[in-house]
């Protein structure tokens, strides 16, 4: 026995101890581990563009809109928003829509045209030729040591913008690109297959340009910086820099899909403020808290000490919960609240199973550590499928969902089934068979439940 209440009372130890976690990293305001909290509760912007993938085949459409997500995102990471939100959306397979959506949330912003100039338009992959006489202007300024460093520095500002010029190479003329590896070195590098057209762009700049550079620019950030060994013919080109696989595998993808344009419209704008965001999670939270505690006092009230361990293993629940939102970083919606707070109230359905069963088991004259056994293994099959239906319900939901905040609802609402499994058939088992009153008129009623006082039944040791 004193094994078992060792593992109930390490087991709170935990429980306590994760807490506190994901109380002081939530205090904490430089920690990575605060909730990440959605427009609806913070506050911001949120755009919504039509993504036009006609041109594309389909078999390359989820790569194209993969790229564009990233594209977009590193241009508005280089503003250094707070936490934004870029996803596709697709139509709903029920629905027959196929129509292609990019969703970007800025949290915090609320001017419409900056949010708008953040986004730009589709991104462009360049070819471009350094300038040698700007190259050598370049060295020279940096060779100045007796020019004033302010006026060097603002030489080499105004130089370096200027460094690489236009080809005319973009990536219009690019068919396709390929991860190649050295058959030597075994060193990954980047084939490139051109148009026929852009094949004789591509020969004629290379024959006039051997010896120089020609950099590779995706969305005016340079990518790459390869050197014309010889005038290249075919149409072919290849691409070598001392790569990672990794590294080389991202290439070949923005190249790709840099040379298929995702054309990208504006069809809808929304601004929520931060007044209305901050209601809104107050009002969440509040219903939380309000939810737990008249769930924990009815607990108590009707079912008296298994009550009591039904609502410590409820606040296990909630804690698992939220360390599991900060752990893995789920985005946390009004919607999502509601979830979170209707899988509170199920995650009680197993408890009172179990507690019913119990009484039914002790109602036939078996001991309390024998009714607690056969309740459980009794419950648990009602407990599994009634479980297994809002889990294969949360799936659909989350799978064939339209809009990110039904896929939000269903991802916590996924989440809290699975833990309220957990904390109901371990954590609450485990306290309740830690506890041993006796057999004595208290212990009788501390197990009795409803209006029963229990000096119906003893109960048997």
């Given at each position: 026995?004193?094994?078992?209440?060792?593992?109930?009372?390490?087991?709170l130890?935990?429980?306590?101890?994760?807490?506190?976690?994901?109380?002081?990293?939530?205090?904490?305001?430089?920690?990575?581990?605060?909730?990440?909290?959605?427009?609806?509760?913070?506050?911001?912007?949120?755009?919504?563009?039509?993504?036009?993938?006609?041109?594309i085949?389909?078999?390359?459409v989820?790569?194209?809109?993969?790229?564009?997500?990233?594209?977009?995102?590193?241009?508005?990471?280089?503003?250094?928003?707070?936490?934004?939100?870029?996803?596709?959306?697709?139509g709903?397979?029920?629905?027959?829509?196929?129509e292609k959506?990019?969703?970007?949330?800025?949290?915090?912003?609320?001017?419409?045209?900056?949010?708008?100039?953040?986004?730009?338009?589709?991104?462009?992959?360049?070819?471009?030729?350094?300038?040698?006489?700007?190259?050598?202007?370049?060295?020279?300024?940096?060779?100045?040591?007796?020019?004033?460093?302010?006026?060097?520095?603002?030489?080499l500002?105004?130089?370096?913008?200027?460094?690489?010029?236009?080809?005319?190479?973009?990536?219009?003329?690019?068919?396709?690109?390929?991860?190649?590896?050295?058959?030597?070195?075994?060193?990954?590098?980047?084939?490139?297959?051109?148009s026929?057209?852009g094949?004789?762009?591509?020969?004629?700049?290379?024959?006039e340009?051997?010896?120089?550079?020609?950099?590779?620019?995706l969305?005016?950030?340079?990518?790459?910086?390869?050197?014309?060994?010889?005038?290249?013919?075919?149409g072919?080109?290849?691409?070598?820099?001392?790569?990672?696989?990794?590294?080389?595998?991202?290439?070949?993808?923005?190249?790709?899909?840099?040379?298929?344009?995702?054309?990208?419209?504006?069809?809808?704008?929304?601004?929520?403020g931060?007044?209305?965001?901050a209601?809104?999670?107050?009002?969440?939270?509040?219903?939380?808290?309000?939810?737990?505690?008249?769930?924990?006092?009815?607990?108590?009230?009707?079912?008296?000490?298994?009550?009591?361990?039904?609502?410590?293993?409820?606040?296990?629940?909630?804690?698992?919960?939220?360390?599991?939102?900060?752990?893995?970083?789920?985005t946390l919606?009004?919607?999502?609240?509601?979830?979170?707070?209707?899988?509170?109230?199920?995650?009680?359905?197993?408890?009172?199973?179990?507690f019913?069963?119990?009484?039914?088991?002790?109602?036939?004259?078996?001991t309390?550590?024998?009714?607690?056994?056969?309740?459980?293994?009794?419950?648990?099959l009602?407990?599994?499928?009634?479980?297994?239906?809002?889990?294969?319900?949360?799936?659909?939901?989350?799978?064939?969902?339209s809009?990110?905040?039904?896929?939000?609802?269903?991802?916590?609402?996924?989440?809290?089934?699975?833990?309220?499994?957990?904390?109901?058939?371990t954590?609450?088992?485990?306290?309740?068979?830690?506890?041993?009153?006796?057999?004595?008129?208290?212990?009788r009623?501390?197990?009795?439940?409803?209006?029963?006082?229990?000096?119906?039944?003893?109960?048997?040791?």
């Open positions: 026995m004193w094994k078992k209440r060792l593992l109930a009372l390490l087991l130890i935990v429980a306590v101890g994760i807490g506190y976690v994901v109380y002081n990293s939530e205090l904490n305001k430089e920690s990575k581990y605060r909730f990440k909290l959605g427009l609806d509760l913070n506050g911001g912007m949120h755009l919504v563009y039509k993504a036009d993938v006609s041109e085949k389909s078999d390359s989820a790569d194209a809109l993969s790229s564009l997500r990233d594209v977009i995102e590193k241009r508005i990471n280089v503003f250094g928003v707070t936490e934004p939100i870029i996803q596709i959306e697709q709903g397979m029920v629905a027959g829509n196929d959506r990019l969703i970007v949330e800025l949290p915090g912003m609320t001017d419409v045209e900056k949010a708008i100039s953040f986004i730009g338009k589709t991104p462009l992959l360049e070819f471009k030729l350094r300038d040698e006489a700007i190259e050598k202007e370049l060295n020279d300024v940096q060779a100045a040591t007796s020019t004033d460093a302010t006026i060097r520095a603002t030489k500002a105004e130089l370096y913008p200027k460094l690489y010029i236009a080809s005319g190479l973009t990536g219009k003329y690019v068919d396709r690109a390929d991860l190649q590896f050295d058959s030597t070195t075994r060193e990954p590098r980047v084939g490139l297959t051109f026929s057209e094949a004789d762009l591509f020969a004629k700049i290379t024959k340009n051997v010896g120089k550079v020609l950099a590779i620019y969305d005016n950030t340079m990518i790459s910086e390869p050197v014309i060994k010889q005038e290249i013919t075919g072919k080109a290849e691409i070598s820099g001392n790569f990672k696989l990794t590294e080389a595998k991202e290439l070949v993808r923005n190249l790709n899909f840099g040379a298929l344009p995702v054309p990208i419209e504006l069809i809808a704008t929304q601004t929520i931060a007044s209305l965001g209601e809104a999670l107050h009002a969440s939270v509040k219903a939380g808290i309000w939810a737990f505690l008249i769930i924990a006092l009815f607990l108590m009230v009707w079912y008296r000490l298994p009550g009591f361990w039904a609502s410590v293993s409820l606040a296990v629940y909630v804690v698992l919960n939220l360390a599991i939102f900060k752990l893995f970083g789920v919606t009004a919607a999502g609240i509601a979830a979170f707070i209707l899988s509170l109230g199920m995650a009680v359905d197993a408890n009172i199973l179990i019913e069963r119990m009484k039914e088991e002790l109602a036939r004259g078996k309390l550590e024998d009714a607690i056994k056969e309740g459980f293994a009794r419950a648990w009602s407990i599994r499928d009634s479980n297994l239906s809002s889990i294969i319900t949360a799936v659909i939901l989350f799978t064939f969902a809009t990110p905040i039904i896929k939000g609802f269903a991802l916590v609402f996924f989440l809290g089934v699975v833990i309220s499994m957990f904390t109901a058939v954590v609450s088992r485990t306290l309740l068979v830690s506890t041993r009153l006796g057999s004595g008129s208290v212990a009623f501390l197990y009795s439940c409803g209006l029963h006082t229990g000096a119906e039944k003893p109960i048997k040791n």
